[in-house]
């Protein structure tokens, strides 16, 4: 074994015992940990909550702004929850923390009671599925049961989705922008550490269609791709064979496969030339070369010189993978750039666009511009006495005022079958009966509108019962169903609001019946202060 | 078991099998593995290489600039390395790859060599200590060995280092900014998954003094910090006892710890005002309050307000803790209004400085403005017939060519302590012999200087050898001794390189010799082209 360590000191989640620990039951914020004691001591361990998560705005890049976001986690979200309980190894550490007079910060019983009832085995879940497409202020996944377990998955459950989604949405415009041309995910080195599993999996669910990380992609069924680094030519010269040589190498080794990077010397003048040389002696020999990455300088200008040295070699279908520091604005820009670059230079540039791929890196992994998406995870009803009780949070920011209570949510589709809408209503409205529809703005009063019968096509409930007392009531979904709702939701989403720059605001409403509860919970709070 | 899943449809790495394999010896892009083959196949399997890890730039965040950064990640990279082997089941997916003329992109001889050879028990590293503060350019981690497991070390190890040097440079700058008062990482929501206990370790090693992560503080032998959530309130306020009923309940459950949040409903009209009644009861059983957090809200002009509010009541000792969306602009700011206003409200600026700690979250685990750093790692030698060959890449980008070959770092302090440049050298050039030092820009040959023996005070080499032949040299540093690095490097750094904002730029330098290196190498591979 490699690295034997002399001593043991400072942990680290590699080792089994240190992960377990770190990523079990206590990966979570020692407030949820203090509170459940509180709820426990004073008899409301047994007292059911009921928490909504949602994000509050969709993210905001800086020079770029997503008009929408596209949902994810939620399996792992699920997977972690079954194996997340208290065992003696979690409660050991509990047991030893202390207060500032010394004193145990948890007592014994309320130790034993997270032995005996710290599971997850009371709680059910709704959720709007991973892949849909999903707005600001929307529950996106409600959680009920007893208050200190409902509570405690807070840290956990926020972990696992805000990550995903806010890399499977990056995913997608950086799709879109690419005009759905191969796209490839590279980021692994710059993730947060093993984070880069969970954003691999988030950007083949949102737009990447294969990732260059080798265990992940198989556990997730795909094939990693990949072929070569600049340190592969880099070699070949040092040892006196040059760039050719490293070239002939791989072509030797894979050559029904053979993809070079062409950039380590000189992309025109050395790399593309030794390319085509190698292409030849590949297809003399029966084997079709695949083609070439550029990976530095003026993307735009070397594709399209690079295409026209391919063509006039007789590699018109080769392909070209861009890559280094791609994202949603650069590639937009590279390829607005390909189409006015390539007619000079005799390229047809609709051609070139259609041999391109692209692998994309740090600024999809990390989602550049805008690297946390702002997702909470709030109470909104207790109960008490065998009844539900709203509960609200007010906030000087009116949008940040929490909308109390059990409630449905809702999407419109218009005549086009484009969604219109995502509608916010009590748990009794229900909108597929209703004749017209009275929708609120859910801050601004005199924001207010009534949609006819004949406007909405379709009323869709989106939320969707995952598990009930701790049980998963459906298998996992596969990647591909999910990458389905992706390319479904947003085929039936106005152009307007997957706009890359500047999107038009999806309208998110309120039902008359809740803008009601709101305002009068809202009135009944700041007077009683 | 809560969630027992009914089908086993889509891995996730919280199970063990699916873990192990995504986050094993395949944590790495499959581009290592095609040239791993590559080696094998061409006969270079044990031809040894050497490999540097640096970064480029500093973090810039836009509107603020990192003029260092802190060191980090080496010990779990580390500790990664001494798990990751090939076993049946890596092997396993391997062999199932097909090309694209369906015939397996790996041969058995290969996945047998693999299973063999495929381990890091050949290799050597040289690092600079966690803790330390680093410099772009400089090899921060020298990694010699067989080519094939020296290069497929790359992505785990960017993996490991690039994120952890990414936070503990944000956390140094944000307890910079909060002149040294108490800092609490709370981030572990808003982090990329799993990635968030490499991101509380960083931010500890940092700056951080605790997290409120509950597993991964224990695992690193400090206690989580955390009192209560909106929430809390929330549920009181549902069940008829209010603000004051949950305050209550914290102070009786918590006497010697209560530490309130104030801003569920109103700061000044309802959580101050309650929270000192609570305080008063507190004291007369004998407790003394901890203090209170702000959450929302103009949070200087609050902490102000509060501060006279809780003089007046007689708890000028209290605790006020900030939290919110800080940053180390954001905390500069605050920390300036505050010594702007609390004059006008009779409130002593300095004495409120003193009473303030800050709980840090999305910004620091997600190092906001720069969401990734920039690190690299590249072969720089060869060897080849018992001789080591220095390997170069060109760039069109003069700062992006490599620095070649075997080299050694030394770091000069001026007679004033304070460290002055970082200097790369040929592995032969003894700097603490030298009687002065010739000094190169990296790139322009215009700028060049001598440093005297005189003003040069100390010479210290960073490098250590922390592996030979795949067996660690020494036992892992504390956590506390990593910090101790931090805080004697920070203090012999100029106050100009540590400047928040355009901060100076440190010099690094190259040698007489690795400069004439350099450029020999440039114009031998250009002239070959």
Redesign the interface.
């Known amino acids: 074994?490699?690295?034997?360590?002399?001593?043991e000191?400072?942990?680290?989640?590699?080792?089994e015992r240190?992960r377990s620990?770190?990523?079990?039951i206590?990966?979570?914020?020692?407030?949820?940990?203090?509170?459940a004691?509180?709820?426990y001591?004073?008899g409301?361990s047994r007292?059911r909550?009921q928490?909504e998560h949602f994000f509050r705005r969709c993210p905001d890049y800086?020079d770029h702004q997503a008009g929408y976001c596209v949902n994810a986690?939620l399996?792992?979200a699920?997977?972690?929850?079954?194996?997340?309980?208290f065992r003696p190894e979690?409660l050991s550490?509990l047991r030893g923390?202390?207060?500032?007079?010394g004193?145990p910060?948890f007592a014994e019983d309320f130790l034993d009671w997270l032995s005996r009832e710290g599971?997850?085995?009371g709680?059910s879940i709704a959720a709007i599925p991973e892949g849909r497409v999903v707005h600001p202020n929307v529950p996106l996944t409600v959680v009920q049961g007893p208050?200190p377990m409902a509570?405690l998955l807070?840290?956990a459950l926020?972990?696992?989705l805000?990550?995903?989604t806010l890399i499977a949405t990056k995913a997608a415009r950086i799709h879109a922008s690419g005009r759905g041309r191969l796209l490839l995910e590279?980021g692994?080195?710059?993730?947060?550490?093993?984070?880069?599993?969970?954003?691999v999996?988030a950007a083949l669910i949102g737009g990447a269609d294969f990732s260059?990380?080798?265990?992940?992609?198989?556990?997730?069924?795909l094939?990693?791709?990949?072929?070569?680094?600049?340190?592969?030519v880099?070699?070949f010269?040092?040892?006196?064979e040059?760039e050719l040589g490293a070239f002939r190498?791989?072509a030797?080794?894979?050559p029904?496969?053979c993809l070079l990077l062409v950039d380590?010397?000189?992309t025109l003048?050395?790399g593309v030339p030794n390319a085509i040389r190698v292409f030849e002696e590949l297809r003399r020999k029966g084997h079709a070369p695949?083609g070439i990455r550029l990976d530095?300088?003026d993307l735009a200008h070397l594709a399209v010189r690079s295409a026209k040295m391919l063509d006039e070699a007789g590699f018109p279908d080769t392909t070209i993978v861009l890559s280094n520091n791609l994202d949603e604005l650069v590639l937009w820009q590279i390829l607005a750039q390909i189409e006015e670059e390539a007619p000079r230079y005799g390229v047809d540039a609709e051609r070139l666009l259609g041999r391109l791929a692209y692998g994309v890196g740090?600024r999809l992994i990390?989602?550049?511009g805008q690297?946390?998406?702002?997702?909470v995870y709030?109470?909104v009803?207790?109960e008490?006495s065998g009844e539900w009780?709203?509960?609200?949070?007010?906030?000087?920011?009116a949008e940040?005022t929490l909308n109390p209570g059990h409630k449905r949510v809702w999407r419109l589709y218009d005549r086009r079958g484009k969604a219109t809408a995502d509608v916010l209503g009590l748990d009794e409205e229900d909108l597929s009966r209703m004749a017209e529809i009275s929708l609120h703005h859910p801050v601004d009063h005199g924001r207010h509108r009534v949609l006819s019968r004949d406007a909405v096509a379709e009323r869709e409930s989106l939320l969707e019962e995952v598990?009930r007392d701790?049980?998963?009531l459906?298998?996992?979904?596969?990647?591909e169903e999910i990458r389905d709702r992706r390319r479904r939701d947003l085929e039936r989403l106005d152009p307007g609001v997957k706009r890359l720059v500047n999107p038009h605001v999806y309208h998110v409403s309120l039902t008359d019946g809740l803008w009601r509860r709101k305002q009068e919970m809202i009135e009944a709070?700041i007077n009683?202060?």
Chains 1, 2 share one sequence.
């Open positions: 074994m490699v690295g034997a360590c002399p001593d000191e400072g942990g680290s989640p590699v080792r240190d620990l770190a990523e079990g206590l990966y979570t914020d020692q407030y949820q940990l203090t509170m004691q509180l709820y001591r004073m409301l007292t909550a928490f800086g986690g399996e792992w699920l997977d972690w929850m079954a194996e997340a309980r979690d550490p923390q202390r207060g500032r007079t004193a910060v599971t997850f085995e709680l208050l509570q807070e840290t926020l972990n696992h805000n990550y995903q590279f692994l080195r710059r993730a947060q550490e093993r984070g880069g599993s969970a954003g999996r260059s990380a080798v265990g992940i992609s198989h556990v997730l069924g094939a990693p791709k990949g072929t070569h680094a600049h340190s592969m880099q070699v010269m040092a040892v006196g040059g190498a791989y030797e080794v894979y029904d496969d380590t010397i000189n003048e050395s695949v530095s300088g740090t990390t989602s550049r690297a946390a998406l702002d997702g709030k109470l009803a207790v008490r009780v709203p509960a609200i949070k007010i906030s000087e920011a940040k598990m701790g049980t998963l459906r298998p996992h979904p596969t990647l709070t009683r202060v």
